[in-house]
């Protein structure tokens, strides 16, 4: 438990006391009901009702930071007490073994970096595997006991998905973990395998059938639509299959040869070693061909999000890919150890050394949160002095448009945004167009305590015409009135 507390902290130890934050919070801060209404819209009803249950419907940016972490590390030492409950005694891993790639993944660093929502994503990740084990505790049971189980694991499974529904890529992930683990080394009859897998698939389709279910409720109570957020990502019925496999097979060369700070070739190679250890078990026979399919199923299941949208998902999405790794790492090691007499030392090395590299690359990017946010709450003080010096006061009556964005000036140590996803990125930066630059902008600078008006979308048109004659900031004139707008021009 130290040894995955030491790396747990070395990738979020600036989260857990920390007050930063990226892309989103400001909304969260400044405007929370219109982000509520948002998850609604999204089918996120379970993340709404987790906050309120647990008392974080009102957002405290250092309270959802700190806890963040705290339940990360409880989702973490979840997920290996499943792992070592199924597996029969002779083959247990340590817990450590998994639970330091998974602390360690920027896959799972950029979702966690959304503190909005973090603590309950954290939450999320634990009920999965709270449920898998409740499917797995009912199958030993009979009567009350295995009934309560089950019902257990449906619920869990219920509220993971009405929380983020990309849970569902984790709980068939588990399915397949457990498979895995729990039929190495032990002779089990297909109908047992067989009852564990039909187990898991019943679950999943009744937790997912009550959430689309209480989904289209909660929407026809509430007279919305469903988001076109997520459909708009999707490309299947938009681009030709030849389009959608060219690009399917891009994100996946991107993701297999380690391209970028959230990838990594040793992951590639750890899964092949998976399946080299897969194929020497068959030898042994110790497992059957099955055994080696979900393997080559895990191995691959990191394209699951790629595959269902047609296209290159957000990095935050792809939880699989964090989890199928740090399952691979977990195996290898646990065959090792029982290998060789050396093996514990081998596997304690080469596991630690895997934390250490993916875990620096998680430190550095909420680094460069931490100073890339410094960077923009000091230059919110130097636009709201800029306005001020425009005589309208603290709180003038005449909207404030923001026109174009602001990169900042990090040092040598922080990430260029060009390598980044969102989290650590500039909210002065993150502009698609000027209502969305003005909108994130006017919605950060009120989180700084700093108040302006919001112009209309007329406004905002006849501003983009006015900046073509204004210099840029920081120049003289790149804050100005004109026609009855504050305009500021990046």
């Given at each position: 438990?130290?040894?995955?507390?030491?790396?747990?902290?070395?990738?979020?130890g600036?989260?857990?006391?920390?007050?930063?934050?990226?892309?989103?919070?400001?909304?969260?801060?400044?405007?929370?009901?219109?982000?509520?209404?948002?998850?609604?819209?999204?089918?996120?009803?379970?993340?709404?009702?987790?906050?309120?249950?647990?008392g974080?419907?009102?957002?405290n940016?250092?309270?959802?930071?700190?806890?963040?972490?705290?339940?990360?590390?409880?989702?973490a030492?979840?997920?290996?007490?499943?792992?070592?409950?199924?597996?029969?005694?002779k083959?247990?891993?340590?817990?450590?073994?998994?639970?330091?790639?998974?602390?360690?993944s920027?896959?799972?660093?950029?979702?966690?970096?959304?503190?909005?929502?973090?603590?309950?994503?954290?939450?999320?990740?634990?009920?999965?595997?709270?449920?898998?084990?409740?499917?797995?505790?009912?199958?030993?049971?009979?009567?009350?006991?295995?009934?309560?189980?089950?019902?257990?694991?449906?619920v869990?499974?219920?509220?993971?998905?009405?929380?983020?529904?990309?849970?569902?890529?984790?709980?068939?992930?588990?399915t397949?973990?457990?498979?895995?683990?729990r039929?190495t080394?032990?002779?089990?009859?297909?109908?047992?395998?067989?009852?564990?897998?039909?187990?898991?698939?019943?679950?999943?389709?009744?937790a997912?059938?009550?959430?689309?279910?209480?989904?289209?409720?909660?929407?026809?109570?509430?007279?919305?639509e469903?988001?076109?957020?997520?459909?708009?990502?999707?490309r299947?019925g938009?681009?030709?299959?030849?389009?959608?496999?060219?690009?399917?097979?891009?994100?996946?060369?991107?993701?297999y040869?380690g391209?970028?700070?959230?990838y990594?070739?040793?992951?590639?190679?750890?899964?092949?070693?998976?399946?080299?250890?897969?194929?020497?078990?068959?030898?042994?026979?110790?497992?059957?061909?099955?055994?080696?399919?979900?393997?080559?199923?895990?191995?691959?299941?990191?394209?699951?999000?790629?595959?269902?949208l047609?296209?290159?998902?957000?990095?935050?999405?792809?939880?699989?890919?964090a989890?199928?790794?740090?399952?691979?790492?977990?195996?290898?090691?646990?065959?090792?150890?029982?290998?060789?007499?050396?093996?514990?030392?081998v596997?304690?090395?080469?596991?630690?050394?895997?934390?250490?590299?993916?875990?620096?690359?998680?430190n550095?990017?909420?680094?460069?949160?931490?100073?890339?946010?410094g960077?923009?709450?000091?230059?919110?003080?130097?636009?709201?002095?800029?306005?001020?010096?425009?005589?309208?006061?603290?709180?003038?009556?005449?909207?404030?448009?923001?026109?174009?964005?602001?990169?900042?000036?990090?040092?040598k140590?922080?990430?260029?945004?060009?390598?980044?996803?969102?989290?650590?990125?500039?909210?002065?930066?993150?502009?698609?167009?000027?209502?969305?630059?003005?909108w994130?902008?006017?919605?950060?600078?009120?989180?700084?305590g700093?108040?302006?008006?919001?112009?209309?979308?007329?406004?905002?048109d006849?501003?983009?015409?006015?900046?073509?004659?204004?210099?840029?900031w920081?120049?003289?004139?790149s804050?100005?009135?004109?026609?009855?707008?504050?305009?500021?021009?990046?």
């Open positions: 438990m130290a040894v995955s507390g030491f790396f747990l902290l070395l990738g979020y600036l989260k857990l006391f920390g007050n930063t934050f990226s892309i989103d919070t400001q909304s969260m801060i400044s405007v929370p009901d219109a982000l509520y209404d948002s998850w609604y819209e999204l089918g996120r009803y379970g993340l709404i009702l987790l906050k309120k249950v647990t974080l419907y009102w957002y940016n250092a309270l959802s930071s700190f806890l963040t972490v705290v339940c990360f590390g409880a989702a030492l979840a997920w290996s007490y499943l792992l070592y409950a199924v597996a029969p005694e083959n247990r891993s340590r817990p450590a073994f998994f639970i330091i790639p998974l602390v360690c920027p896959v799972l660093a950029e979702q966690l970096g959304f503190l909005l929502q973090g603590p309950e994503i954290a939450l999320s990740m634990m009920f999965v595997a709270l449920s898998l084990l409740c499917v797995f505790r009912g199958s030993s049971h009979s009567g009350a006991k295995r009934a309560a189980c089950y019902i257990t694991a449906l869990l499974a219920f509220v993971a998905f009405s929380v983020y529904l990309a849970m569902v890529t984790l709980f068939i992930a588990g397949a973990f457990i498979y895995v683990v039929f080394g032990d002779e089990r009859k297909s109908k047992q395998r067989g009852v564990w897998v039909a187990l898991c698939v019943v679950c999943f389709a009744c997912y059938a009550l959430y689309a279910a209480i989904n289209r409720i909660v929407m026809s109570v509430l007279g919305i469903p988001s076109s957020y997520t459909s708009d990502q999707s299947w938009k681009d030709s299959v030849g389009d959608i496999a060219q690009a399917v097979l891009l994100h996946a060369k991107d993701m040869t391209s970028g700070i959230f990594t070739l040793i992951a590639s190679v750890t899964f092949v070693l998976f399946l080299v250890v897969l194929i020497v078990r068959i030898g042994r026979h110790d497992i059957g061909v099955i055994s080696l399919l979900i393997g080559v199923a895990i191995c691959v299941s990191p394209m699951l999000m790629s595959v269902i047609g296209s290159t998902p957000s990095v935050r999405t792809e939880l699989s890919y989890v199928a790794f740090a399952f691979a790492v977990f195996y290898i090691a646990g065959y090792v150890s029982s290998l060789i007499p050396a093996g514990l030392i596997s304690w090395v080469c596991v630690a050394a895997i934390g250490l590299n993916q875990g620096f690359i998680v550095r990017i909420f680094y460069t949160e931490a100073v890339t946010y960077q923009d709450v000091q230059l919110s003080y130097e636009i709201k002095t800029r306005i001020d010096d425009l005589g309208y006061g603290e709180t003038p009556e005449l909207p404030v448009v923001f026109v174009g964005s602001h990169v900042p000036q990090r040092n140590d922080c990430y260029d945004s060009s390598q980044l996803a969102l989290v650590g990125r500039s909210l002065y930066e993150i502009t698609f167009s000027t209502a969305h630059g003005t994130v902008k006017n919605q950060f600078l009120n989180a700084q700093v108040k302006y008006e919001y112009p209309s979308s007329a406004q905002m006849k501003a983009n015409a006015i900046v073509q004659s204004m210099p840029h920081p120049a003289k004139g804050v100005a009135v004109h026609d009855g707008l504050i305009i500021v021009n990046f």
